[in-house]
């Protein structure tokens, strides 16, 4: 009991220099010194017991809420407490109302011979910093629209007026000011932005400004335009296995395979797919090929296989021209012949007599 007895009278010493304010999460802080007042030694190093009771309305009031600390002191005699953060016994500490009453603290200790009450003391006005916790975030479930602090906002856009309705009655709040309705565009602090390949140009105030946004763009060997494809550095496109250094325009390290067709009817019309024609028909056969102007350097390969002595008419889709004319016609005189004809452009096509 001696060691109870000095404790309590250190502690109740204490009460009028103790520290509390408010901790997130809520809490407490309470600090003390345990000291022998027989011996004035610290008592270091000793396992003890606290128990906190929050009373409410007066020191020996009903306790609302209890938790115990198991602790112990340092070198010194110190030990520093959290009330709120304890092993809770009875009641919730997060749901006391602190602004609706007057709560003392009481404080009991265990030194192993059984808690006995050292003192009390009032929760003067930092603890309430707790009471802001329970304000902060009020609910306002009463479904009154007519106890709230503003009750409605009305906007008229012909006038441009805002009203603010609240307890105290209406506010009107002229918005005018804020709006633009001279119908002019080149005023506007930005008006128009347009995005043209890879410039930016923003229109300001009337003064356009144009960025070039190439910079940031990732750099990479190859680009990409609809279905064509380059290597930016050489303008150079190598295919196949290990064709990294291509000396040509388009390079191939391999085979090229190309679409091949059948001509067995009298009347053909060749098409986009189409690169190799075999034309196995002993009549006369007409063959419309498509605009040159749409097919720049595109080449048709045509082989006659045992087709002789038979007239074999081309034409376009359009006014494009064959060998300077609207029409051109050939007449195979070998079982075996290549020709190619080739589109350049706005000039028309022209016919090659190969093998």
Not at 61 to 70: C, D, K, L, P
Not at 102 to 122: H, R, W
Not at 151 to 164: A, C, H, P, W
Not at 225 to 240: E, F, L, R
Request: hydrophobic share 35%; glycine share 8%.
């Amino acid at each position: 009991m001696g060691l109870s007895r000095n404790i309590a009278f250190l502690l109740l010493f204490l009460f009028s220099s103790i520290c509390v304010f408010a901790q997130t999460p809520f809490g407490l802080n309470y600090q003390a010194v345990a000291r022998d007042l027989n011996t004035g030694n610290s008592l270091a190093d000793e396992d003890i017991l606290i128990e906190f009771q929050v009373r409410v309305g007066a020191a020996n009031g009903s306790s609302i809420y209890t938790e115990q600390h198991n602790t112990a002191t340092d070198d010194l005699g110190l030990f520093n407490l959290i009330i709120g953060q304890g092993t809770a016994i009875s009641g919730d500490f997060t749901s006391i109302n602190w602004g609706s009453n007057v709560y003392f603290l009481a404080t009991l200790i265990d030194d192993g011979d059984g808690l006995q009450e050292i003192g009390s003391m009032q929760f003067l006005s930092v603890p309430y910093a707790l009471h802001a916790n329970t304000v902060s975030n009020p609910e306002d479930a009463d479904a009154d629209p007519n106890n709230e602090t503003n009750l409605s906002l009305n906007f008229d856009e012909g006038t441009s007026q805002l009203e603010i309705i609240d307890l105290a009655g209406a506010l009107n709040v002229d918005l005018s000011s804020l709006v633009d309705d001279d119908g002019d565009p080149s005023n506007e602090l930005i008006s128009t932005t347009e995005l043209n390949g890879t410039e930016l140009t923003i229109t300001e105030n009337g003064t356009p400004h144009t960025v070039d946004l190439e910079l940031m763009l990732p750099v990479e060997h190859w680009t990409e335009n609809g279905g064509a494809i380059y290597q930016t550095i050489t303008d150079k496109v190598g295919v196949g296995p290990n064709n990294t250094s291509p000396n040509s325009t388009f390079d191939v390290n391999g085979s090229v395979s190309y679409n091949a067709t059948f001509i067995n009817v009298n009347n053909f019309a060749v098409q986009d797919d189409h690169h190799y024609l075999l034309v196995n028909n002993n009549s006369a056969v007409n063959i419309t090929l498509p605009s040159s102007f749409d097919n720049e350097g595109r080449e048709y390969v045509f082989v006659f296989k045992n087709v002789t002595n038979s007239s074999i008419g081309f034409a376009t889709v359009d006014d494009s021209t064959i060998n300077g004319n609207l029409t051109f016609s050939i007449t195979p005189t070998d079982t075996k012949q290549v020709y190619s004809v080739i589109s350049f452009g706005a000039e028309g096509w022209y016919f090659v007599h190969g093998l």
